[in-house]
């Protein structure tokens, strides 16, 4: 079993930044892919981002890439999204997610996806 928890979230400026974090506890996920995605309202939930287990490979929405940054700290069981030059567009819950595939690669589909947080919400506005 594990369990994810999100925090960062908040109510950032057009342009502005925020850094998603997104803590595991139950077991370490140091051996496992992990990701990012997000859910605006009245919208199915879609990929942002995601790591391999070693956090050697790395995968972007188009929408984010070059924008958004997606890194692991396995020694301290974490997960963070850094998010730069934010758009409105960009306002949504945002999900981490755990991929219970030992040293998998990462994937950009949800349902390769094992374990979710609750999600925090990120909200772009002027």
């Known amino acids: 079993q594990v369990q994810l928890v999100e925090s960062g979230g908040g109510l950032v400026q057009p342009g502005g930044s925020l850094r998603l974090s997104c803590a595991a506890s139950?077991?370490?996920?140091?051996?496992?892919?992990m990701g990012w995605f997000r859910q605006a309202p009245g919208k199915e939930r879609e990929f942002v981002a995601a790591?391999?287990?070693?956090?050697?490979?790395?995968y972007y929405a188009d929408s984010v890439k070059g924008r958004f940054t997606i890194s692991r700290d396995n020694a301290k069981n974490m997960v963070y999204l850094q998010m730069n030059s934010l758009k409105p567009e960009d306002t949504a819950v945002y999900f981490c997610?755990?991929?219970?595939?030992?040293?998998?690669?990462?994937?950009?589909?949800?349902?390769?996806?094992?374990?979710w947080g609750q999600g925090t919400q990120v909200t772009v506005s002027s």
């Open positions: 997610a755990a991929d219970l595939l030992p040293t998998g690669w990462g994937s950009r589909e949800l349902y390769e996806y094992d374990y």
């Open positions: 790591t391999s287990w070693s956090g050697g490979n790395t």
């Open positions: 139950g077991r370490t996920v140091s051996r496992y892919a």
